[in-house]
């Protein structure tokens, strides 16, 4: 059974960082990891994602150059500077066998940005 685990959410000024990091078990295969974020009130959006060896990233616009997406094997780490506001949210990591292929989702950590 696949078990994708979370951690190092928290609460930052805004301009500060954060290092969020996933592990999956029970996989098999080369994997694609993937973050995506839930703010309160709003739909589950697409943060960052990584295919299986580092050689293909994206990141949605609105983080392009403060978020970096990291990992070996079956970690992968989100590196957040700047951080504002609005990036406030639930942060879920997710992994599938392929980009834009997610199956297995974390449960979740909350990333709270004050301003």
């Known amino acids: 059974q696949v078990q994708v685990v979370e951690s190092g959410g928290g609460l930052v000024q805004a301009g500060g960082s954060l290092r969020l990091s996933c592990t999956a078990s029970?996989?098999?295969?080369?994997?694609?990891m993937a973050w995506f974020r839930q703010a309160p009130g709003k739909d589950r959006e697409f943060v960052a994602d990584?295919?299986?060896?580092?050689?293909f990233t994206s990141y949605i616009g609105t983080v392009q150059g403060r978020f970096t997406v990291l990992g070996q094997n079956n970690t992968v780490i989100l590196q957040m500077n700047s951080l504002k506001p609005e990036d406030t949210a639930v942060y879920y990591c997710?992994?599938?066998?392929?980009?834009?292929?997610?199956?297995?989702w974390g449960q979740g950590t909350q990333v709270t940005v004050s301003s």
């Open positions: 997710v992994v599938g066998p392929r980009i834009g292929n997610y199956v297995y």
């Open positions: 029970g996989t098999f295969g080369n994997i694609a």
């Open positions: 990584r295919n299986w060896n580092g050689d």
